[in-house]
Every structure is written in structure tokens, then in C-alpha cells.
């Protein structure tokens, strides 16, 4: 199975709402003027696409502050994107005609963060009143208007032990496939809180099994990994349910745009953050893991990532991939080649700026 490789740019900084874990340091949040460029976006969505990449995944900040935001979909789409990703913090996916107009103007995949299954847990994580009934508003619009919709959810103390709740309603009420449980990035203000938000590993991993098992029990379809910032050690049984820890292999490394314009490779962006033990290196997986992050040990030390001396069995859940056989299908239609990147055997369109 080919997968789409993802374009990611982060058109900027500021946000509408005020996340206690945000790993972005305070002092770079709602600076409006440090918003990536239009032309600078442009580029970057057009430097990855002749990389041949399937997916504009559009970052921040909150990508919605922008008023250009549907501009800079079209142009994405203009220039072949299959997939235009936008990821949000749902607020504004709350008003159904601006929903409507993302998905207008060719958006087809929408990640929002939810980080709690309850209005008291989502709403004091994220700093706005009324946040989780705005996200649930916005599920059910993306729903209506037929756009996927994928889940970021940031584990943290106030968070850890209700992922199966949380899981019960996205997958088990919206159907939702896929899903990021994101460990913490002790980065930014998630550090600066660390004593009220940290959580270790060994704390997390429980909650996750059991959230695991609810979605086996449950029959749920998972499209693709649901773990981030885990390593193999953490969860053995899990390694085929886990991204981002993993050298790859083969492939060139994703691109990933910064606010100014500054091109980086998203796994070689991870390396540079991580460290190993010396046991690792009596890990089976040693040459394939980049190891655990080092804000992570400035916080924990490293004893909690021990060597796995031979494979777990697997956890019985396996991704369905169902909306990569449906971009199969899409580009088939369309007479385009997954294997050519999505259609690039002609040259794409540089945009014009206007
Ligand atoms: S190489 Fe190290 S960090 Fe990676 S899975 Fe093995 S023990 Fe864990």
C-alpha cells in the first residue's frame, strides 16, 4: 500500500484559544505578525507538491485566524493536492457556513484537537468556556458536509485516565477513524507547567491499554497508527500502532515549512530532540528508533525506556487504512498514478501570486 506523503507548512502562530499544554513557548502566541507570508505559503505548498506529496497539511498556531486561510486551500488543490489537511482547535468549524467554506474551497480533511470527553475537562485544558460544545458542533458539521475528519488529543495529568471516554465518543458516537494520542511534548508551555500537567510513561501506559482494548472490544475501524511520541519500549505489543519513531525507511523524510519560510524534514526534526540509553543498544529496535525525547528526560531521566530483547506479540488491532484504499480509488478515477505521486508525471502548476 502506497501511502501519501504529507506536505506540512505552519502558516503561523496565533490562536483563539490558550491551551495549558501548548508546546509552544507563550511569547510566540498571538504575535498576528509573524504570520507565514501568502507567497512564502504558496511556495512551500508548491516545493512540496513537486515532491511529489499527496497531502497539504496546514498547521499552526490556529490556521483559522487567518482570513486567507480558504485562499491558500484553493491554491493547494490548484496545484494538485488530492488532500488538503487543516488542523484546528474546532472553534471556529463551530459556524457551519465557515465550515462550508473550507471545504468549498477544497479542504477535505479536517484534524481537530479534542482533549477531554467531557466540557469540564476540554474547556479548562484549552482556556475557553464553551470550547467542547463548539468541537462537538463542528464533528457535526464536517459529518454533514461530508469532509474526513481525523483527532489530535494531547495526553497530560488532567487527561490520562479518561482516553477510553474520550475514545468513546469519537470513535464509538462519531464513527471518527483516526486519531492521534499524542504523548507530551515537554516543550513550551507544557513545561512551563510541568508540575501541574506531567505525566511519565509509566503513568500513561495503563490508560492506553485500556483504550486499546475498548476499541478492539468495540470493533472499532482505526485508519492508520493511533500513538504518537511513544517508543517501542513503551508499549511493545503496540509498535505497529505507533508513528513518529521510526527512521524512515526508504522514503525520503517529509518536508515541513517553517513560519518563515525555512524548509526542515519532519523525522529529522524528531531526531534532533531525541536521545538514547546505553541499553538501547541491546534493543531490537536501536536502528530503527530516533529514542525518547530529551525534554522528556530533563524531566523523568531515562530508566523507562528499557531494551526490548525480541518482538511482542502484536496487539489485535489493525489499521483498516480505509480512506488510503479511498484516495486509491479517488486517484484511479481521475486516471492519476498513486506510485507517480498522485499525478506528477505532469508537471505542476507554479502559482501565480497575484
Ligand atoms: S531503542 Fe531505546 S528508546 Fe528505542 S525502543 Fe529500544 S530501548 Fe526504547
Known amino acids: 500500500m502506497i501511502k501519501p506523503r504529507n506536505c506540512e507548512v505552519i502558516l503561523n502562530y496565533d490562536c483563539n484559544a490558550k491551551c495549558r499544554f501548548c508546546y509552544h513557548p507563550e511569547a510566540v502566541l498571538n504575535q498576528v505578525a509573524e504570520r507565514m507570508p501568502f507567497a512564502k505559503a504558496a511556495e512551500a505548498l508548491y516545493k512540496g507538491r513537486r515532491e511529489k506529496c499527496w497531502v497539504a497539511y496546514l498547521i499552526g498556531g490556529e490556521i483559522t485566524m487567518r482570513p486567507d486561510l480558504p485562499k491558500i486551500v484553493r491554491i493547494a488543490r490548484d496545484m494538485g493536492y488530492p488532500y488538503v489537511q487543516v488542523m484546528s482547535n474546532g472553534l471556529k468549524l463551530a459556524d457551519p457556513a465557515y465550515a462550508r467554506e473550507l471545504v468549498e474551497a477544497g479542504a477535505n480533511i479536517f484534524r481537530v484537537s479534542v482533549h ?5 475537562t ?14 462537538m458542533k463542528a464533528f457535526d458539521n464536517l459529518t454533514r458536509l461530508g469532509a474526513e475528519i481525523s483527532v489530535n488529543h494531547a495526553l497530560n495529568k488532567r487527561n490520562y485516565k479518561k482516553l477510553k471516554p474520550l475514545l468513546e465518543i469519537i470513535s464509538g458516537r462519531f464513527g471518527i477513524e483516526d486519531f492521534n494520542v499524542i504523548f507530551p ?5 507544557m513545561a512551563a507547567r510541568a508540575s501541574e500537567l506531567k505525566v511519565s510513561v509509566t503513568q500513561a501506559v495503563p490508560y492506553v491499554r485500556e483504550a486499546l482494548a475498548y476499541l478492539k472490544d468495540s470493533g472499532a475501524a482505526i485508519e492508520d497508527t493511533v500513538l504518537v511520541n511513544f517508543t ?6 503496540a509498535v505497529h500502532l505507533m508513528a513518529e519513531w521510526e527512521r524512515p525507511a526508504g522514503t525520503k523524510d517529509e518536508p515541513l515549512f517553517h513560519i518563515d519560510g525555512r524548509e526542515d524534514r519532519i523525522h529529522g526534526l524528531k531526531e534532533r530532540l531525541c536521545l538514547k540509553n546505553k541499553g538501547c543498544e541491546a534493543c531490537i529496535y536501536n536502528a530503527r528508533c530516533m529514542g525518547f525525547e530529551k525534554w522528556y528526560s530533563d524531566l523523568f531521566g531515562g530508566s523507562e525506556f528499557r531494551p526490548v530483547r525480541k518482538p511482542a506479540v502484536p496487539f489485535p488491532l489493525v489499521p483498516s487504512h480505509n480512506r ?12 492519476l498514478r498513486a506510485d507517480a505521486g498522485a499525478g506528477l508525471a505532469k508537471p505542476c502548476r507554479r502559482p501565480e501570486l497575484a
Open 122 to 135: 476540554h474547556d479548562a485544558l484549552v482556556g475557553v468556556p464553551g470550547a467542547f460544545k463548539k468541537v
Open 116 to 120: 477531554g470527553p467531557d466540557a469540564a
Open 232 to 237: 517501542p519500549c513503551n508499549l511493545p505489543e
Open 324 to 335: 488510503l484504499k479511498r484516495a486509491q480509488v479517488l486517484l484511479k478515477k481521475k486516471g
Open 185 to 189: 511534548h515537554y516543550n513550551g508551555m
